[in-house]
């Protein structure tokens, strides 16, 4: 925690401040003087509230949750992608730099519980043949599977698009618009069928800091520190379950034999 004591001099209307202040704000300028300090402040309260729920309630994940990269490493991000990235993501990745995961591919060990490392920060379910387990993803990971996979979405005709969170081998992915900032959700059936839902609604306030993944990011960590999603063991694994159990967010009753649940 900053505690910030200024002095006032005496008989006049200015404030000085103590060197190790100064060396602190000069500090904080040269990290995120090009960023709205509204969107610094809410970005950093987002990833304090996710790694906080995290270290509490699933400390496996919370170790996966790599430290914030620089400047300069987004700069050569972009310069590989052809693109920039919204400041809000920028930002996002200046506090956490995403999860330490292995390489997603095709192989079918990545639906085996008992072989994976750590559960995805975004979550997921598992019922029948569907397995699924969102990592937000390290911009190492966005450049491969934007690279690799962006190109064969023909039917989506996305233009600087990236993919920033993903559970392998791409059962359900997250697509950011790096041209407005919108957030998308998708399926392998993307691919065939081009479609895609969106994650945020329109904000009269978001069209200049283009923060649908921030939004959604908040809101996500509301649901969990209200106790909506929760981290479940399920078929031998921990992951966080998007299929809330409890009252007031899902009610169960039984029709001609046939017990329904109806989540909220």
Request: glycine share 6%; proline share 5%; hydrophobic share 35%.
């Amino acid at each position: 925690m900053l505690i910030v004591n200024f002095s006032r001099e005496t008989h006049a209307d200015t404030y000085t401040c103590t060197p190790h202040i100064q060396d602190a704000y000069k500090t904080w300028h040269t990290n995120f003087a090009k960023y709205p300090i509204s969107l610094v402040r809410r970005t950093k309260k987002c990833w304090d509230s996710l790694r906080s729920w995290a270290s509490t309630n699933y400390p496996q994940l919370a170790r996966s949750l790599t430290p914030g990269v620089s400047e300069s490493f987004l700069d050569h991000i972009e310069t590989t992608l052809g693109w920039e990235l919204p400041l809000s993501v920028r930002l996002l990745y200046r506090f956490c730099g995403g999860q330490d995961y292995e390489a997603i591919d095709d192989d079918d060990d990545m639906h085996d519980d008992d072989k994976r490392t750590y559960a995805g920060l975004l979550g997921g379910y598992k019922f029948y043949d569907h397995n699924v387990d969102v990592k937000f993803l390290s911009l190492e990971m966005v450049v491969y599977l934007t690279k690799n996979t962006i190109p064969h979405l023909k039917r989506l005709k996305a233009q600087n698009w990236i993919i920033i969170a993903a559970s392998g081998p791409l059962m359900k992915f997250f697509l950011l618009n790096c041209r407005d900032g919108s957030l998308h959700v998708a399926t392998r059936k993307c691919a065939s069928h081009g479609e895609v839902i969106n994650c945020v609604p329109p904000h009269p306030d978001s069209t200049t800091m283009q923060d649908s993944l921030l939004r959604w990011l908040e809101e996500y960590s509301r649901r969990l520190n209200s106790g909506m999603y929760k981290a479940q063991k399920n078929g031998g694994a921990i992951r966080i379950s998007l299929f809330p159990d409890q009252e007031p967010w899902c009610t169960e009753a039984v029709s001609q034999g046939v017990q329904v649940s109806d989540e909220f």
